[in-house]
């Protein structure tokens, strides 16, 4: 029964692994299991984890000590030990520099949010990128095969014409060498299949089964438009917020070097016990209790130049992340328009794609309704398939191009989400 049982488990579980993948299978996958997004969202939370320490100089802080001392009076041969205690308070009320490093590193913590939020885009535009390049290279293995088929059918047909005398040895040698071509594309499309594969594997750190693919279902039509509000669009996508909030930290930066000539008020207060004990006079031997409460006032008064030095290189810090804005901003905008001209364009693809499928097979028919009755040539038959089975390949690439390019519009928005690989997950088939 033992025996049984463990079987039925490896049968079940055998068919779990063949079970195919979906996008968010994949997605998934890659999500928990790709490196680098981990590293990126390690970043971010380092990135918070200094703002708060930084944040946390403002407030109240205490420490504590304690201390042991030994002391020989050698003049009247005297040994007694002193132990002290003794714990600090202190709050800073006014310091300029710090308030500008606070102000600085949360304005990094919102740029690392930033960031890692257009690595998010773009870690769907990879996954999803590899997951269709292996369902292109599949294709373009099938349409490998097919051509093999069907080259090996035609051999075998002018062979047999060449036997029964109304076809010619040129025919055979033709449609021979149009199958030796035919098996070095099947070679060249396996090879390209294992690297497509192994490019995803990457990814999801586990072998890949059989993927779906996009049934009849999926129109690649605009799933949107370009927005009227393009500025908008531009101030709110990730690229933009990351080097606005940069800017906003050089600023800062430059705020914290100039506070460094500027004085600091801080209160502290000291409370401390201390114990004297051993000694051969009384009154050495005694207990004293203090509690010392202090405002300190501090200011630089000459720095050598250091100071100013300090602000030079905040201020050209700030151009830099100035231009860089600006230079994002450019490309944010160019980007946009770029990847809705692509999508449009793709869009007439798989529409010329799909008519010239309907012309490759009408071609098809007539070379081969020609070629029985004696008329046509074996070659023209050879090439009308060899088109059919490219057309039916190109029409599927095609799509899967087109999926890319509306997470590539949705990319340059800046607005491509997980909902996205839901979108598409639904028009996947067995």
């Given amino acids: 029964m033992r025996i049984c049982s463990i079987a039925l488990g490896l049968v079940l579980a055998g068919s779990a692994m063949a079970e195919s993948k979906n996008l968010s299978d994949i997605y998934n996958l890659a999500v928990a299991n790709d490196p680098a997004l981990r590293a990126q969202i390690a970043t971010r ?8 320490q930084v944040r946390r100089g403002r407030g109240l802080s205490a420490s504590a000590s304690v201390s042991g001392k030994g002391t020989q009076n050698l003049k009247s041969d005297d040994v007694y030990r002193t132990g002290t205690l003794s714990l600090t308070l202190s709050l800073p009320l006014y310091d300029q520099g710090l308030d500008a490093k606070i102000e600085s590193q949360d304005a990094a ?17 990879s996954v999803t990128d590899r997951y269709f390049a292996v369902l292109s ?43 030796d071509l035919s098996q070095v594309g099947l070679i060249s499309a396996e090879v390209a299949l294992d690297t497509a594969r192994s490019d995803l594997e990457q990814f999801v750190d586990t072998s890949i089964p059989d993927l779906l693919d996009l049934g009849e279902g999926f129109a690649a039509d605009l799933h949107r438009s370009l927005d009227d509000q393009l500025e908008m669009s531009v101030d709110q996508h990730p690229d933009v917020i990351a080097e606005q909030e940069s800017y906003q930290s050089a600023l800062a930066n430059l705020d914290e070097a100039r506070a460094e000539t500027n004085p600091t008020l801080a209160l502290s207060s000291t409370f401390s016990i201390s114990d004297t004990s051993g000694s051969n006079t009384a009154a050495t031997n005694a207990s004293a209790r203090s509690n010392v409460l202090s405002v300190t006032l501090s200011a630089p008064i000459y720095t050598n130049g250091v100071a100013a030095a300090k602000v030079d290189v905040a201020k050209a810090n700030v151009i ?12 944010v905008r160019a980007s946009m328009q770029k990847a809705f001209r692509n999508l449009e364009a793709s869009a007439r693809t798989v529409e010329a794609r799909q008519l010239a499928i309907v012309s490759a097979a009408s071609r098809v028919e007539a070379t081969e309704a020609a070629y029985a009755v004696g008329s046509g040539d074996i070659v023209e038959v050879l090439n009308a398939k060899k088109d059919l089975f490219a057309a039916e390949r190109d029409f599927a690439k095609a799509r899967h191009t087109h999926v890319i390019r509306q997470l590539q519009f949705d990319q340059a928005i800046g607005d491509l989400s997980e909902s996205a690989i839901a979108r598409i997950n639904r028009y996947l088939i067995q």
């Fill in 137 to 179: 290279a599949e294709q373009d293995l099938l349409a490998a095969r097919a051509e093999v088929e069907a080259f090996e059918r035609q051999l075998e047909q002018a062979s047999e014409r060449l036997i029964v005398g109304i076809g010619t040895r040129v025919d055979v040698d033709q449609a021979r060498a149009q199958l």
């Fill in 109 to 125: 913590v919102r740029e690392a949010d930033a960031s890692l939020a257009a690595y998010r885009q773009t870690h769907i535009i």
């Fill in 320 to 331: 830099r992340a100035e231009a860089n804005l600006a230079k994002v901003r450019r490309e």
């Fill in 45 to 52: 939370d380092a990135s918070v984890a200094l703002g708060q």
